[in-house]
């Protein structure tokens, strides 16, 4: 039955106006979907925003910074795989709008712990 749920979820659907998305693994490693070059994995563990980077970097990858809206849609899309409740989820920041200046855009503290997402470049088998 496990077997079949995580099959399942491999081949969830969202529907879209654009397009219809699916989670792919292509070449990125087990528990982690393909999207424009790059692998992104969930993970369900509540931690600190320094502990999910931590995490994130002991798997060569960093808390995901979304640089487009097709990366966020996807990206979302991943989170509601698998937490339909679609709870806070930790990401990483990005200095994109002011080199060197990093904000919180809705003050949560850093040391709340939330479920995270990371992102790394594919990794080649």
Known sequence: MLLFLFLFALGAVCPSDDYTMTLQ??????FWYSFNGRCYKYLATDMSWADAEIHCVRERAN?????????QKFVK?????????????????????????????????????????????????
Not at 25 to 30: G, K
Not at 63 to 71: A, G, R, T
Request: with cysteine; net charge negative; hydrophobic share 40%.
């Open 25 to 30: 693994r292509a070449t990125c490693p087990m």
């Open 63 to 71: 808390l995901v910074s979304v640089h487009s809206k097709d990366e």
């Open 77 to 125: 899309f991943l989170i509601k795989n698998f937490d339909p409740a679609e709870a806070p989820t930790w990401i990483g920041l990005s200095d994109i709008h002011k080199e060197g200046t990093w904000m919180w855009w809705n003050d949560v503290p850093c040391s709340h712990k939330l479920h995270f997402v990371c992102a790394s470049r594919t990794i080649c088998p």
